[in-house]
């Protein structure tokens, strides 16, 4: 089995909001999520639109204080840890952004760019150029030299976000939150970028955080599926099987939402998950995805919220209804 290396334990992440003098409301943008990624293994976190990834990946890495829950980062709680105690797990810990173009300075050369965190860090200047020469070569900017000396606004999308990588792993990180990489690039770029990530990871021993919207991207690209709605974990497990046989109705969604390319399959019926999410200031009680569910019986799904059950190795889904489902 390959080693734990960030263990999410029923972590939570409210926003409070003032509605009016006396009255504050919780955005409950992750609330109660666990689960773990081990070195060098990718877990995919799905869902729509402020589901709460994005949120959940960012308290990851410490850049937003989770309200409550713990984070264990290599075997050590970093949960309530001083900016200066983590700066050991900022080296091994980084974030690539969703959009290469305002994540990347305007002023500031590709050089400067890439190498700005080898500084806050205190690495001495040979090294530095050496390291930024090296990540350049990794993500395949060739040759170096050549962009070392230009400008974000010089380079296309797909170059920019090879950028982003670049400075993502010129600390040699141990482990990454991607956040949507792909979303804000051209198509003929997304499958070239996706796969240069997972050579990288291969080759380093990097276990990832791949957040998407877009589950079809996970059958090559990820080892586990975690699916999220509403800032909950409905569905986690191995990707194949998930994609195979999903097991939740709004995992079932999302696959089916996907396109089908083979125009045989064009009039073939497909699942439509009618409504809007609910707001994160008042979810629904219960199962948070009942308002929408084909499945809801309207009493158990509406009172009850369901527990996170294995249904079998590696494999675990919070519904009432799992055999309904699968046809049992």
């Known amino acids: 089995m390959r080693d734990s290396l960030l263990e999410l334990q029923e972590v939570r992440t409210y926003f ?15 609330d109660g999520v666990s689960l773990s990624i081990n070195r060098g293994e990718t877990v995919a976190i799905v869902g729509e639109s402020g589901s709460g990834k994005s949120t959940l990946g960012r308290t990851a890495l410490k850049l937003v204080e989770p309200t409550s829950g713990k984070i264990i980062f290599e075997g050590k709680d970093i949960t309530n840890l001083s900016s200066e105690d983590l700066k050991w797990f900022r080296r091994k810990a980084q974030m690539i952004f969703q959009d290469p173009y305002t994540s ?5 050369t590709i050089k400067q760019i890439i ?25 395949r900017l060739l040759p170096p030299e050549t962009f070392l000396s230009k400008y974000p606004h ?22 990454i939150v991607a956040d949507e990489p792909v979303s804000m690039i051209d198509a003929s770029s997304r499958v070239e970028i996706l796969l240069l990530m997972r050579s990288l990871q291969g080759k380093y021993g990097i276990g990832m955080m791949y957040i998407t919207h877009d589950i079809a991207t996970t059958k090559y690209f990820s080892d586990k599926i975690a699916v999220m709605y509403a800032g909950k974990l409905l569905e986690i497990g191995p990707s194949q099987r998930i994609l195979k046989e999903p097991l939740h109705p709004y995992t079932v ?4 939402a996907v396109p089908d390319p083979d125009p045989h399959n064009r009039f073939r019926l497909r699942r439509v998950v009618t409504g809007e999410p609910p707001s994160p200031l008042n979810p629904p009680s219960g199962c948070r995805f009942h308002p929408r569910c084909p499945y809801s019986d309207g009493m158990k799904c509406v009172k009850e919220e369901p527990e996170m059950i294995e249904v079998d190795m590696n494999r675990k889904v919070a519904c009432h209804y799992i055999e309904k489902i699968a046809g049992k």
């Open 16 to 30: 409070y909001v003032r509605k009016g003098l006396f009255k504050t409301l919780a955005v409950k943008a992750v």
């Open 104 to 108: 990347l300075n305007p002023f500031m």
């Open 253 to 256: 969604a999302l696959i089916d």
């Open 154 to 175: 010089m380079l296309s999308g797909g170059q920019r976000q090879r950028v982003g990588i670049a400075r993502c792993l010129v600390l040699e990180p141990v482990f």
């Open 115 to 139: 190498e700005e965190p080898l500084v806050v860090h205190g690495f001495d200047a040979r090294e530095r150029e050496e390291r930024v020469i090296k990540a350049l070569e990794d993500v």
